[in-house]
């Protein structure tokens, strides 16, 4: 659903957003709004609104934990007054799932998780499918400074509005190609480290990714097929974030 590497690559957002934290639920609500709608503009109006939200269970005195979580995306591009033709188009994500996790004594940090995803268009988008699924289970573990983990997708007619085009059935750099499934294994490693006088501030980290795509068929515009095997594609980077924060007394 949502592409990490948007926090250092997206556009800035613009909009508003309102959380909600407890022990028993996080949530999160929010709109970006791209493009405002000005007396006959030719510009249609954009925006991304969605919701994020978990419900957490702490079983055996917190060593053991279930988590709930719902998470629904829109966007819209289109509006009224304007001076030009134009479509009214909708696209929307949503996911569900269920997730174990176990804290061990010494704190290291294992989960099991799956998901089920859904994606919806409505409108005249330049999309040739209208409904589609995921399915996306995960291991992952974490200690002091690694965090490890590993996933298969295997989607239909799937398209991430927010989430990493490795999951898609839409081509990102083919105009018009579709694969019948997009079915990847995902490896990846993580090292992270923050001083200890600026722990809550300042991060550092260096991963690593690996794809495997598993054989499909893509289909082209033009209706031609070509049958596509096993691929593998890797990914490292580090990032490096910091939080300004400012005492007030």
């Known amino acids: ?49 969605g919701l994020s939200s978990e419900l957490k269970i702490a079983l055996d005195n917190g060593w053991w934990h279930l988590f709930l979580p719902l998470h629904f995306v829109v966007q ?23 997730a174990v996790g176990k804290l061990w004594k010494n704190y290291n940090w294992t989960s099991f998780s799956c998901r089920a995803m859904w994606y919806h268009q409505h409108g005249n988008a330049d999309v ?13 573990f974490r200690d002091k400074h690694w965090t490890l983990s590993a996933s298969y997708w295997h989607g239909k007619n799937f398209v991430p509005l927010l989430g990493s085009w490795h999951y898609s059935n839409l081509s990102a750099n083919t105009p018009g190609l579709t694969f019948d499934r997009t079915r990847v294994i995902t490896l990846h490693a993580c090292w992270g480290w923050s001083p200890k006088e600026y722990s809550h501030g300042c991060y550092l980290r260096f991963y690593g990714t690996l794809y495997h795509y598993l054989p499909s068929t893509g289909t ?12 593998t594609q890797i990914a490292f980077g580090a990032i490096f974030q910091f939080f300004p924060t400012v005492k007030l007394h």
Request: one cysteine or more; charged letters at 20%; a negative charge.
């Open 220 to 231: 082209f515009a033009d209706g031609t097929t070509k049958d596509y095997g096993h691929r």
């Open 1 to 49: 659903m949502y592409n990490q590497e948007l926090k250092t690559v997206g556009d800035p957002e613009t909009g508003f957003q309102l959380t909600y934290m407890n022990r028993w639920v996080d949530m999160d609500v929010w709109c970006d709004w791209r493009e405002y709608i000005w007396d006959r503009s030719p510009v249609p109006e954009r925006f991304t609104a």
């Open 76 to 98: 819209h591009e289109g509006g009224q007054n304007m001076s030009v033709p134009h479509n009214i188009n909708n696209n929307f994500n949503g996911a569900a799932g269920l």
């Open 128 to 140: 040739p499918f209208s409904n589609g699924w995921g399915l996306y289970p995960e291991f992952l």
